[in-house]
Structure formats: C-alpha cells, structure tokens
C-alpha cells in the first residue's frame, strides 16, 4: 500500500512539473514585443543624438562616405568615423571611406 502511494505521488509530481514548465515563447509574450520596441525606439534616440552632437562638434567629410553611404566625420584628432543604426562610433581607415556617388 505504502509503494502504490508513493509511485502516485511521484506521478503527480512529475506531471505538476510538466504543466509548469509547458508555457508560451518569449518571443510570443507582450512582453517580450514591448522590450523589442523599446530596444528599437532607444537604439533610433542614440543615433539621432550621436548624428546631432558629431554634426555640431566635428567638420563633415563632403567628398567621401561610409561603406552604405552614410555621412562620415572628422574629429579633433583627424580620424574618420560614421554613425551607425545604434548610434555608436564606426571608425573607417582613409582608405575604407568611398566617393560620394554624384547626383
């Protein structure tokens, strides 16, 4: 008797263990959709503030750009860099900046 109880009790928690772990994705969740926007919309703020403070600080470079046309910069230090999609610093070689296609 006292082994039957046992096996059921074992039973009964292996499948409350089960249903427990049983859930939806993650990437299912609001959650989960509401911190990618607001991984989206934090990473647009920082490009918009870097591409704000690099065109106030530093002189742009008219004739060159960057490997997918964006606008390059040159800062105090005579080193060449673009504004990525997260707003962080992309620091080309001279000989890595491309000619402006002419419009």
Do not use: W
């Amino acid at each position: 008797m006292k082994t039957i109880i046992k096996v059921a009790m074992v039973a009964a928690g292996i499948f409350t263990f089960a249903n427990s772990n049983a859930q939806t994705h993650k990437d299912s969740t609001l959650g989960h959709k509401v911190g990618v926007t607001a991984k989206k919309v934090g990473h647009k703020t920082s490009q918009i503030a870097a591409t704000g403070a690099a065109s106030v600080v530093d002189k742009k470079y008219e004739g060159k750009c960057g490997p997918n046309g964006q606008t390059v910069y040159i800062n105090e230090h005579s080193h060449y860099y673009y504004i990525d999609k997260k707003g962080h610093r992309v620091y080309l070689k001279k000989s890595q900046l491309m000619d402006k296609p002419k419009s």
